[in-house]
Structure formats: C-alpha cells, structure tokens
C-alpha cells in the first residue's frame, strides 16, 4: 500500500508541472501577438497631414527687440512775454506750423504808448544834452579868458556828460519799448503740431505765465525704447563700427515700419529695473509716428551672412531639446535635434541641424513621431505648438 500511495503522489506533482508550462506558453504567445499586432497597426495607419516649409539661406539682421514709445524730437510751451488781451488767434488747434509763423495777437495799444513815451524823451534829453553841450563850447572860452571860475567851467561840464547819460538811457528805454511791442505778436519758436487752444480770444494774459498753446516737433522725432543691462556692451561696439538702423513698427492692424538710427544712449543703467534707455531718430514725413504712440522696435546689431533659416514655427521643444520634423523624400519624417540661433521676424535661424533646401513641417507637429508618414494639405488645421523657437535667442 505504501508504494500505491507514493505512486499516486507523483502523478498529481506531474499534472500540476504540465498546467504550468502549458499556461506559460499560452502567456508567450499572447504577447508575441500582441507585438505583432501593434507593428501591424502602426505600419496601417494613415499619412498625417501637415504643412510643410523649406530651410532656406538668407542674410538675417541680428536685432535686439524691445517695446517703444513715440516721443516729440522738443516740446514748448508757447507763453506771451508781455501781459494784455488775447486780440487775435491766427491758428487751427492741431495746425501744422513752421517756425516764425505769427500765432496771435496781444493788444499792441498800451505798448505803442510806451514807444511814443520813450521817443518823446529822447527827443528832449537831446535838446536839453545839446543845450549843455554849447554852453560847455562857451564856457570853455571864458574860462580861458577868465571871464569865470574853473569850478562854474566843471560843472557844465558834469551836466553836460550827466544829460548824455540820459540820451542813452533813453535810447535803452526806447528799444525795450520796441521789444516789448514786439512780443505783442506772438511767433512760433520752431516747427511742429500745435495741440489745443488754452486760452480763448479776448481773455486776458498775464506775462510769463499764461500757456497759449503746446507745439510738439515730429519731424523728425524720437522713438525711446529700454533695453537689458547685458546688451549694452554690444550695442556701444558696434555703435563705434558704425550707425545702428533702428526700425519701428506700428501695432496690429497696422503694418507700416518706419526706418531711423540709433542716436542717444542712456548715460546710466536703471537699477530698478535693469534696462538703459536709448533713442532712435526718425525723419517720420508721413506724420506716422505720433507722440506717446507704443510701437514695436527692432534695433539692428549685425549680419549673418548665408544663415539657414525656418518659420519658428517649426521649432519644437523635445525631451532631449529643440528638434524639428524633416520630411523625407519617401514622405515619412525624422525627428531632429537643431541648434538654434536669433529669432528675425516669423523666422529663427538654425545653427546645427539643417541645410538649405531641406522640408520641415510647420503645422501638425502633434500626430507625428519618427518614422510617421505624412501628405501635404494646405488646410491642415495648426496644432498648438509647444514652442515658439524664441527659446534659442
């Protein structure tokens, strides 16, 4: 009985090691298909649309770009030197006005007065000097003769050089008479866009204080605009090598770019914020540019010459780094990794990476992966990009 019961026992140990070796074979062969299967299905599915553009070689401005402000070349404020009633207002508000041109009108009467006044005693101090000046003439013959005192001979000599003073102060008081009848008209001091009217005809003016108007010169005008600390040494080299294009661009709608030059360097740093400010000229004769307007700035530092260029939106952002997507010419796409460089305009450079003549895709980033097949289509709708390719600046 004993040998029954042992044989019995190793039949059951064999049973159980077959289930087993039987359950990992099943096992592998589940995961075998299940590889397959995900092969077959990656080799089945469809080409993804894209858009797709070509590296090309360009000359690309390297620029420094920064958010500016539209500033009046000189601004004045257009003040009456004598005091009186608003006669006449000769301009528009808003009027374009050159230098020299007669603004207003101060009521000249109290002022002529003051002239005539002026002439009138010049003309007796004159008599009275003359009077002196022959009595001086025949006392200068008696004395000789002593037909009077030296001391009566020097005292019309006194009175004589004393009215002579007077002539003169006279003639003084005469042009400061004609100075202040001068500035009963009012004359632009340059050229520039006047802004409102703030004093009305007919109100009184108190001199050397009352504003008449705002005249801002715009041509040509300043755009400032602050750049950071660390591009300052660069900026002051290439400003020695030569004249520094500065262009301005107005917001969206608008499209205009007006071109000027770097001209003013801030001669201090901004500690509060880091930045230095600086000024480009800019003739502006289309009046585009219009004191405190914001516009875009681009500050041009150099060129690179026969630069490898793409949309920066083909740039993406890897788990390794920047990378784009070549299309091949069997239509399937390499994920490669690019080193970028300045970004100008819609357009990144490329230092490492590509070569001129060499198709990425711009839009569709999101359903592709190395290896995928892809079609043209010029609607392919953009995939929200995960990088702009400004990173590489």
């Known amino acids: 009985m004993g040998e029954r019961v042992v044989v019995e026992r190793g039949g059951r140990w064999g049973r159980s090691a077959a289930g087993a070796c039987l359950a990992l074979f099943l096992c592998l062969n589940l995961a075998a298909c299940s590889g397959s299967e995900e092969k077959k299905t990656a080799a089945e599915r469809p080409p993804a649309p894209v858009v797709t553009g070509q590296a090309r070689a360009a000359t690309v401005p390297v620029s420094v770009l920064a958010i500016g402000r539209v500033e009046a070349l000189a601004t004045v404020s257009v003040r009456s030197q004598?005091?009186?009633?608003?006669?006449?207002?000769?301009?528009?508000?808003?009027?374009?006005?050159?230098?020299?041109?007669?603004?207003?009108?101060?009521?000249?009467?109290?002022?002529?007065?003051?002239?005539?006044?002026?002439?009138?005693?010049?003309?007796?101090?004159?008599?009275?000097?003359?009077?002196?000046?022959q009595e001086v003439a025949r006392n200068q013959k008696m004395v000789e003769r002593n037909f009077i005192s030296r001391q009566d001979y020097d005292k019309s000599v006194a009175q004589a050089e004393s009215q002579a003073a007077t002539v003169k102060a006279d003639q003084a008081a005469i042009e400061k008479a004609r100075l202040d009848l001068s500035y009963c008209s009012i004359i632009a001091p340059l050229t520039g866009q006047t802004g409102s009217l703030l004093i009305n005809q007919g109100n009184l003016i108190q001199a050397n204080s009352d504003t008449l108007v705002v005249i801002k010169q715009i041509q040509p005008t300043y755009v400032s605009f602050a750049v950071p600390e660390r591009e300052l040494g660069q900026i002051r080299r290439r400003m020695a090598q030569a004249t520094l294009k500065v262009t301005a661009t107005l917001p969206p709608p608008a499209t205009l770019q007006e071109q000027g030059s770097l001209t003013f360097v801030d001669n201090q740093v901004d500690v509060k914020t880091g930045t230095?400010?600086?000024?480009?000229?800019?003739?502006?004769?289309?009046?585009?540019?219009?004191?405190?307007?914001?516009?875009?700035?681009?500050?041009d530092l150099y060129t690179l010459e026969n630069a490898v260029v793409v949309p920066a939106r083909a740039i993406q952002n890897g788990p390794q780094g920047q990378l784009v997507f070549v299309v091949k010419p069997d239509m399937t796409?390499?994920?490669?990794?690019?080193?970028?460089?300045?970004?100008?305009?819609?357009?990144?450079?490329?230092?490492?990476g590509l070569t001129a003549g060499e198709k990425v895709v711009l839009d569709g980033q999101l359903a592709l992966y190395p290896g995928a097949k892809v079609f043209e289509s010029a609607g392919a709708t953009p995939a929200a990009q995960p990088g702009t390719g400004k990173e590489g600046q």
């Open 82 to 133: 004598v005091g009186g009633q608003l006669q006449k207002v000769h301009f528009a508000e808003g009027q374009l006005v050159k230098a020299g041109q007669l603004l207003a009108n101060i009521d000249p009467r109290p002022y002529q007065a003051a002239l005539d006044q002026a002439i009138a005693n010049l003309e007796r101090d004159q008599a009275t000097l003359k009077e002196n000046r």
């Open 333 to 352: 796409v390499e994920a490669r990794a690019v080193q970028t460089g300045p970004l100008h305009e819609d357009d990144i450079t490329v230092a490492k």
């Open 276 to 299: 230095v400010t600086l000024k480009g000229t800019f003739a502006n004769p289309d009046l585009s540019l219009w004191p405190g307007q914001f516009v875009n700035v681009s500050l």
